[in-house]
């Protein structure tokens, strides 16, 4: 046994297995692909490592790695962190238009941010994310609401 190659085992093991977790908060594949060949790097490290016991460390890799994912499946979206990053409620009730905003047409408000042609305003006591027909408008000035398409509520200046 060479204590430079149990040492490159090791971290290979390491990190691999560090990869491997990570990816469950950065989705996107790349950093468990690393991980995974960083976990096949170990695998091929541990022949000279442990000469003679290599493909048993080659094997239990493989089933600890197994277990852990079986592990994290059943475990993990009942953890604290789990239930924050997993939707918890059927998606039957989710929608994606605002209530009520078609009653704006025509309703005046206040415009709470410049208008660069998008911003905010309050009407009708209400905070409302808006956008203009084209032109700028600036804060403080009276708006009226001349169209509602889903969540885009169009307003012009008022004409005084």
């Known amino acids: 046994m060479s204590g430079a190659a149990i040492q490159i085992f090791a971290v290979l093991l390491g990190a691999g297995l560090l990869l491997l977790g990570a990816e469950i908060f950065v989705p996107g594949g790349i950093l468990g692909a690393f991980g995974g060949l960083l976990l096949l790097g170990a695998m091929i490290a541990g022949f000279p490592a442990f000469p003679g016991y290599g493909h048993f460390v080659a094997i239990a890799i493989l089933f600890l790695v197994g277990v852990a994912i ?24 989710f929608t994606a238009v605002q209530d009520g905003l078609d009653d704006l047409v025509g309703a005046q408000g206040e415009a709470k941010s410049d208008l660069r042609p998008a911003g905010f305003a309050l009407i009708s006591g209400r905070r409302v994310d808006v956008v203009t027909q084209g032109g700028m408008i600036d804060k403080g000035a009276t708006i009226t609401v001349v169209e509602v398409e889903g969540n885009r509520v169009v307003v012009k200046r008022t004409e005084t």
């Open 70 to 93: 079986a592990l994290w499946i059943r475990f993990f979206p009942r953890s604290r962190v789990g239930q924050a990053m997993t939707v918890s409620r059927d998606e039957s009730t």
